[in-house]
Nanobody, 116 residues
């Protein structure tokens, strides 16, 4: 069983920054996809930013230009740098790893709360 452990969430004022990290218990190099999703209160989980095996990073339109996803294959971690945070970014953020197209692993999530 693969474990994904997120860290870095918390409370921040609008306009501030946070950096989320996800540590995987297995190698992430050559993963089909790895990245971040979020679930805001009362809403469905949505994609935030992912790294595909053979493509460029993929971002939700709402975070383009503000968030940056990156992976460290040596440390088996994926990070999400979040700048210019807005109250609508408030959500629980989940790390996701797809070793191949048929398997999904999820972390337990880390909460991000952006105050006005």
């Amino acid at each position: 069983q693969v474990q994904l452990v997120e860290s870095g969430g918390g409370l921040v004022q609008a306009g501030g920054s946070l950096r989320l990290s996800c540590s995987a218990s297995r190698r992430i190099v050559n993963a089909y996809r790895i990245g971040w999703y979020r679930r805001a209160p009362g809403k469905q989980r949505e994609l935030v930013a992912t790294i595909e095996r053979w493509g460029s990073p993929n971002y939700a339109d709402s975070v383009k230009g503000r968030f940056t996803v990156s992976a460290d294959n040596d440390k088996n971690t994926v990070s999400l740098q979040m700048n210019s945070l807005r109250p609508e970014d408030t959500a629980v953020y989940y790390c996701n790893l797809k070793p191949n197209s048929a398997i999904d692993y999820w972390g337990r999530g880390t909460p991000v709360n952006v105050s006005t």
